[in-house]
């Protein structure tokens, strides 16, 4: 069965700070992997996605994921982050059963001035 | 512009009350999805449905129904309602680009 485990529940930063957020899947198929953002009192938007091809992928606003199949990992990277980067991001693998996704348990990124 | 809404953004029951939670996407998307999120658990699928009159369990299916009657709504049934399932309801739809589109969620509190 497929999981996706976020290692961190919380994640402190301070503005212009470089931050990672990690997370792991597990998965005997070929996999599809998602971060969504969730802003305060909001639903989820797609931040980026990897479906197949360049291992690299990025967002608009600058938020990185990068696809490592050996390390079974896509952790998500900003280079320096802002204070409207305030939100909780999650983690998801699409299940081969049409379309599910399975998330992570979420990690709160809270940027201080 | 891609849509997902749901009914109620805030809603209070009490407990025994039967609850509906409605959602509805203009995309037509075959695919739709109804979540749970808690603290710490993320997004817990609560059912599925590939298409009109279609329903597929979740991983937590329990205390919970579902109908779709057109493609475009698809409506979560508490039968009577708990407190333990005080929590934020959201809403999904899927195209065949395997993204999920959101509602805003529905924030169900059960005193």
């Known amino acids: 069965a497929q999981s996706v485990t976020q290692l961190d529940s919380q994640v402190p930063v301070f503005e212009e700070a470089p931050v990672e957020l990690r997370c792991n899947y597990s998965?005997?198929?070929?996999?599809?992997l998602f971060w969504y953002v969730q802003y305060p009192n909001q639903g989820l938007q797609l931040l980026l996605k990897y479906l197949s091809g360049s291992t690299l992928v990025e967002s608009i606003n600058g938020f990185e994921a990068e696809f490592n199949k050996s390390q079974t990992s896509f952790h998500l990277r900003k280079p320096s982050v802002h204070i409207s980067d305030t939100a909780e991001y999650f983690c998801?693998?699409?299940?081969?059963?049409?379309?599910?996704?399975?998330f992570g348990q979420g990690t709160e990124l809270s940027v201080k001035p | 512009d891609v849509k997902v809404t749901q009914s109620s953004r805030y809603l209070v029951k009490r407990t025994g009350e039967k609850v509906f939670l409605e959602c509805v996407q203009d995309m037509d998307h075959e695919n739709m999805f109804w979540y749970r999120q808690d603290p710490g658990l993320g997004l817990r699928l609560i059912y599925f449905?590939?298409?009109?009159?279609?329903?597929e369990k979740g991983d937590i299916p329990e205390g919970y129904s579902v109908s779709r009657e057109k493609k475009e709504r698809f409506s979560l049934i508490l039968e009577s309602a708990s407190t333990n399932q005080t929590s934020m309801y959201l809403c999904?739809?899927?195209?065949?680009?395997?993204?999920?589109?959101f509602g805003p969620g529905t924030r169900l509190t059960v005193t």
């Open positions: 998801a693998v699409r299940s081969p059963q049409g379309g599910k996704l399975i």
């Open positions: 998965s005997s198929v070929s996999v599809y």
């Open positions: 449905s590939y298409d009109v009159k279609m329903k």
């Open positions: 999904a739809s899927t195209s065949f680009s395997y993204e999920q589109y």
